[in-house]
């Protein structure tokens, strides 16, 4: 039988505020167990939750930027449930009436554009975290993130493979860091993701029964394990067993998924409005405001490197993939340069050496106007590519500049049709027989006399004019 996958996604973005989202407590990472955690954190009797303003501002400027209804009158609720790591019994969180109500994420795969619909944004706090590795036979509870700010973002189930999720999640970590809402830090949590996948007979019209895998904090564990999880819901399924609703982890290291805890539905929560919180209003010209703040965006972004520089949508694709690197790639392509050499060389040199040293284009040591420099010594013809891969080397160990580089090794490319004409000659002179072969139709012998020129050049011949010379002196 052929089945479908059926996946929807809910994300966790911790929001950029300095403060909780209702109380003034630290949100900053990295502080000693319980450091951050205050009165109304760890529900002291007589507290009362303030909501925090600039968490509301973020939601707005979410809601604008995926094309989605700001609710201007929206309640905080209370979501009861009995944990550890929540002191008060109850999180506060939005239900039946939500800031944000739905909007649109763009995906593109495998070169195919896709809309993923979104259902709804909601605010809400995060919870403590329980802390299992260093006490034996015992659990410590950690209560710094305790009223953490949290936009929760749930999509429709429209994505039909893991890679469509992962795409859909990139572009949504992308979209949070450009509106500048929440800083994407996977590993420091403040940007998780929970699965839901089911599948269901190719052609189907029903849902199958869904499972959720609760907090996946890279892509490709998002990917990895909604991959295992399809696998053993059809094996299930073939075998003639049934899918049960429930909660799964999972397990990195061994690469599959397994059960936490049965599904539970809204009613179990027993959500109600919270009672201490008046419901939010938000005026429509708070809004307008908002909106008019908002900066330019991935998807116009895209458009305008597509239309203005000519590039190809997945050059435009990845050099948007963070606000930080389009500025970087803009940065160099605004000295006049050719914008395809120059997208060449962010994705190339810059992303490999970056990946490699697992740096943040912040870090890095080549600067924009650097490169620009060592770019415009290539296209005016001074050192051809190859011979640039080395000065950029010497660039990112910190040598000087490429004109300087260039001097003080000696790399000016050689362009002096004289000097080429007689290398030439000799190259011609000393390989008789490989002459006539490739004048009696072995064309790709023509690589072996480039490689020549090149090693008697020390690699400093110029490419193209070389090649012309060799064209002219082999059909003679």
């Not at 064309?443 to 020129?453: I, N, T």
Request: glycine share 8%.
């Amino acid at each position: 039988m052929q089945w479908e996958v059926v996946i929807g996604l809910e994300v966790h973005a911790q929001l950029s505020t300095e403060s909780k989202i209702f109380s003034g407590a630290s949100t900053a990472f990295g502080a000693a167990p319980n450091a951050q955690a205050c009165a109304v954190d760890i529900a002291l009797p007589g507290v009362l939750p303030v909501l925090n303003r600039g968490a509301v501002e973020r939601a707005i400027r979410f809601g604008l930027a995926v094309g989605a209804e700001v609710r201007h009158r929206s309640v905080f609720s209370r979501k009861n449930y009995f944990y550890p790591d929540l002191p008060k019994g109850y999180q506060i969180s939005q239900f039946d009436l939500p800031v944000v109500l739905g909007g649109e994420i763009a995906i593109l795969v495998d070169g195919a554009e896709k809309t993923v619909k979104l259902t709804r944004a909601h605010l809400e706090e995060d919870a403590g975290k329980s802390l299992h590795e260093d006490f034996h036979g015992m659990t410590g509870i950690d209560l710094n993130r305790a009223g953490t700010p949290l936009l929760e973002i749930v999509s429709e189930p429209d994505m039909r493979s893991s890679k469509e999720a992962v795409a859909y999640a990139k572009e949504l970590h992308s979209l949070v860091r450009y509106l500048d809402i929440c800083d994407g830090n996977m590993q420091e949590g403040s940007f998780r993701c929970d699965a839901n996948v089911s599948v269901r007979p190719m052609g189907s019209e029903k849902y199958g029964t869904r499972c959720e895998i609760k907090n996946l904090n890279s892509f490709r564990f998002l990917e990895r394990a909604i991959e295992y999880e399809v696998s053993r819901q059809i094996d299930i399924i073939e075998s003639g067993g049934v899918i049960h609703q429930e909660t799964r982890l999972y397990d990195s290291v061994k690469d599959e998924t397994r059960s936490m805890r049965s599904k539970e539905e809204a009613h179990d929560y027993r959500y109600f409005p919270d009672p201490d919180l008046l419901p939010l209003e938000i005026a429509q010209e708070w809004i307008e405001k908002v909106r008019g703040s908002l900066p330019e965006l991935p998807a116009a972004k895209r458009s305008r490197y597509v239309s203005d520089f000519g590039l190809s949508q997945y050059d435009a694709g990845v050099l948007t993939s963070s606000k930080e690197l389009a500025a970087y790639f803009e940065d160099v392509a605004k000295a006049g340069l050719d914008p395809k050499l120059c997208a060449n060389w962010v994705m190339g040199e810059i992303n490999g050496w970056l990946n490699k040293e697992a740096l943040e284009i912040g870090q890095c040591p080549i600067s924009s106007r650097s490169l620009a420099g060592l770019l415009n010594r290539i296209q005016d013809g001074t050192i051809s590519g190859k011979i640039a891969k080395e000065v950029f080397e010497a660039m990112w160990k910190g040598e000087g500049e490429a004109d300087s580089i260039i001097e003080a090794k000696g790399l000016k490319q050689i362009s002096d049709s004289g000097a080429l004409e007689k290398i030439v000659d000799e190259i011609i002179a000393n390989n008789p027989s490989q002459v006539a072969d490739y004048r009696a139709g072995r064309d790709k012998l023509f690589a072996f006399f480039v490689g020549q020129a090149m090693k008697a050049t020390k690699g400093q011949a110029n490419p193209a004019q070389l090649s012309e010379i060799l064209k002219k002196k082999l059909s003679a």
